[in-house]
């Protein structure tokens, strides 16, 4: 028996919360785990899409999706096409050129000559170099443009200090964009030479026949072999460039995400406080109502509920209809019938008329058609009464 009492004092469970054990001091025990239940509300990940207005702060700092593997294949598409069609052309005056310097070249060196010679090259690269770097020219800002849009800015072009932080420098080199990027260029090195090896292994084999040709059929067939791999490569880079257009558009969305507070912070700083709004919405309100009061001395006539709506009405000799010129409900109706008391205007009560015109009629606005013959009487009532005061 005693065994079994000692075992139940040894059972019975101590009282934690605030004291050791009975009898003792009541002492608090701090508790390791709090949660703030509020700073989960306000949600402190990036979940929210950027704003138009973090759109266009970024893109005056020239943040935007561009990608620079578009570009290069339209470049180099327009480059070689321009090639391929000037061919003939081109090998026409670089040939025609070099058969007249190699025609002249007994004659003495003198400064003319070397004169002569240099405008000629001029002239040369001219008809011949110019029309292909206006044509990459043309179409490398019509691929900008239609990227980026329309956009000149020299805030990246500013001096910052920040930029010749070393730390930073190598925060940039091994960052996680960094990274993607050294694995899109192997990539592209990767598919680039695939392709290259794919078509050039079928046109080495045919290099040895070149001893057989002459100087143009060397040429041309060369050229066909150089622009046929060229289109090829190009056509590869062109979906490369198209698929890192996708990307670069979706990784500037990711880097210009927002949390809820700075979306909040940033309608505070375009729309203004809500406080402040509210406030300047408090003060319209008073200022009209007071212009609204300011009319009531000019009407004819207020038609009651008769405790919760007064409408003011004025007519004059000119009027399509008769004018409200003031209505309100509650503590603006008794204000509304305190004024007219005090300038002696007439106060009806017909509650059917004061409620559809409280309902129907803005302030300003003149009473409808279906309420001509209602309104009407009231009007010919409060005139017999102003006859009688004046007779």
């Given at each position: 028996m005693k065994c079994m009492r000692r075992l139940q004092s040894r059972s019975k469970p101590l009282e934690v919360e605030g004291t050791r054990e009975k009898g003792e001091e009541r002492k608090e025990?701090?508790?390791?785990?709090?949660?703030?239940?509020q700073r989960f509300a306000e949600g402190g990940d990036?979940?929210?899409?950027?704003?138009?207005?973090?759109r266009s702060d970024a893109r005056k700092k020239g943040q935007v999706a561009r990608s620079q593997e578009l570009n290069t294949a339209f470049v180099l598409l327009m480059g070689f096409?321009?090639?391929?069609?000037?061919?003939?052309?081109?090998?026409?005056?670089?040939?025609?050129?070099t058969t007249y310097l190699y025609s002249h070249?007994?004659?003495s060196v003198t400064t003319e000559g070397i004169s002569e010679l240099f405008i000629g090259i001029m002239i040369l690269l001219a008809k011949t170099v110019l029309p292909v770097m206006f044509a990459i020219l043309i179409i490398g800002l019509a691929v900008n443009i239609y990227q980026v849009g329309f956009m000149l800015t020299t805030e990246p072009l500013e001096f910052k200090l920040d930029k010749l932080n070393p730390i930073n420098g190598f925060g940039r080199i091994f960052s996680k964009r960094s990274l993607i990027e050294l694995f899109k260029s192997i990539?592209?090195?990767?598919?680039?030479?695939?392709?290259?090896?794919?078509?050039?292994?079928?046109?080495?084999?045919?290099?040895?026949?070149?001893?057989?040709?002459?100087?143009?059929?060397?040429?041309?067939?060369?050229?066909?072999?150089?622009?046929?791999?060229?289109?090829?490569?190009?056509?590869?880079?062109?979906?490369?460039?198209?698929?890192?257009?996708?990307?670069?558009?979706?990784?500037?969305?990711?880097?210009?995400?927002?949390?809820k507070q700075e979306v909040k912070d940033e309608y505070k700083q375009t729309e203004g406080d809500p406080q402040i709004k509210s406030k300047i919405k408090q003060k319209q309100r008073q200022m009209a109502m007071q212009r609204m009061m300011s009319e009531v001395p000019k009407a004819d006539?207020?038609?009651?509920?008769?405790?919760?709506?007064?409408?003011?009405?004025?007519?004059?000799?000119?009027?399509?209809?008769?004018?409200?010129?003031?209505?309100?409900?509650?503590?603006?109706?008794e204000r509304i019938k305190q004024i007219a008391r005090e300038h002696h205007?007439?106060?009806?009560?017909n509650k059917p008329v004061a409620r559809a015109l409280y309902q129907a009629v803005e302030v300003g606005g003149?009473?409808?058609?279906?309420?001509?013959?209602?309104?009407?009487?009231?009007?010919?009532?409060?005139?017999?009464?102003?006859?009688?005061?004046t007779a």
């Amino acid at each position: 028996m005693k065994c079994m009492r000692r075992l139940q004092s040894r059972s019975k469970p101590l009282e934690v919360e605030g004291t050791r054990e009975k009898g003792e001091e009541r002492k608090e025990i701090p508790s390791p785990f709090i949660f703030d239940l509020q700073r989960f509300a306000e949600g402190g990940d990036k979940t929210e899409e950027p704003t138009a207005k973090k759109r266009s702060d970024a893109r005056k700092k020239g943040q935007v999706a561009r990608s620079q593997e578009l570009n290069t294949a339209f470049v180099l598409l327009m480059g070689f096409l321009i090639l391929r069609i000037l061919w003939e052309y081109i090998y026409v005056n670089i040939a025609e050129y070099t058969t007249y310097l190699y025609s002249h070249l007994s004659q003495s060196v003198t400064t003319e000559g070397i004169s002569e010679l240099f405008i000629g090259i001029m002239i040369l690269l001219a008809k011949t170099v110019l029309p292909v770097m206006f044509a990459i020219l043309i179409i490398g800002l019509a691929v900008n443009i239609y990227q980026v849009g329309f956009m000149l800015t020299t805030e990246p072009l500013e001096f910052k200090l920040d930029k010749l932080n070393p730390i930073n420098g190598f925060g940039r080199i091994f960052s996680k964009r960094s990274l993607i990027e050294l694995f899109k260029s192997i990539f592209k090195i990767i598919i680039i030479g695939y392709f290259l090896w794919l078509y050039l292994k079928d046109q080495i084999p045919l290099l040895p026949q070149f001893i057989f040709f002459d100087l143009p059929h060397s040429l041309a067939t060369a050229a066909d072999i150089i622009f046929t791999m060229a289109f090829q490569v190009v056509g590869v880079i062109m979906v490369l460039g198209a698929a890192d257009y996708a990307y670069q558009k979706w990784q500037t969305t990711q880097d210009l995400m927002m949390t809820k507070q700075e979306v909040k912070d940033e309608y505070k700083q375009t729309e203004g406080d809500p406080q402040i709004k509210s406030k300047i919405k408090q003060k319209q309100r008073q200022m009209a109502m007071q212009r609204m009061m300011s009319e009531v001395p000019k009407a004819d006539v207020i038609v009651t509920n008769p405790t919760h709506l007064a409408v003011a009405l004025k007519y004059s000799k000119g009027m399509v209809a008769p004018v409200v010129v003031a209505k309100g409900q509650d503590l603006v109706a008794e204000r509304i019938k305190q004024i007219a008391r005090e300038h002696h205007i007439i106060i009806v009560e017909n509650k059917p008329v004061a409620r559809a015109l409280y309902q129907a009629v803005e302030v300003g606005g003149v009473v409808p058609a279906e309420l001509y013959q209602a309104v009407a009487e009231i009007i010919a009532y409060v005139y017999r009464i102003k006859h009688r005061r004046t007779a």
